[in-house]
């Protein structure tokens, strides 16, 4: 016999197996067809010349709008405790994390000059 879906409300038990191993992320692809959305995780480290996905998540509509409702709601109680988070807009988040380091100019304009 089958077991039924849980009620709405429910708290469903999550065990994580031991052998999981965590993967670090830093980009993500996202696409989409009519039934699915998928998700590819990828690590993209300085020095590297093309970002290795790492973990690939596969949802149906329903499920990727219930996650982006659960990441707002998240988000929105992370900053409420630690504070905003700045995120670049003129860039990608990989072009403003591995941007090649830029010096101070040895000789800053004096503004008293000018």
Sequence with gaps: MATPPPKPGTQIPIEIPPELQPVYGNLARIAHAPTEFVLDFARFLPGDVKALVTARVILSPAGAKLLLQALTDNVARYEAIFGV???????TLADHLFRPFQAPPENPP???NK
């Design 110 to 112: 004096d503004k008293e």
């Design 85 to 91: 988070i700045n995120v670049p807009h003129s860039t």
